[in-house]
């Protein structure tokens, strides 16, 4: 279950509201960006 920080990212995931929002909607090709793209950029960049 995901828990925003004070940065409105999932402290667990990384993604946004509007990314956890449209999880289900999105097809597998954007779900696969998100996961091998954005997240591990965002997450690079937290530390």
């Known amino acids: 279950i995901c828990q925003l920080g ?3 990212l999932c402290i667990g995931c990384l993604r ?3 990314e956890i929002g449209r999880w289900l ?3 597998h ?6 996961m091998m793209v954005v997240l591990p950029r965002r997450e690079a960049e937290k530390s």
């Open 16 to 18: 946004s509201t509007n």
């Open 29 to 34: 090709a954007e779900r696969e960006h998100l």
């Open 25 to 27: 909607a999105m097809s």
């Open 6 to 8: 004070d940065d409105g």
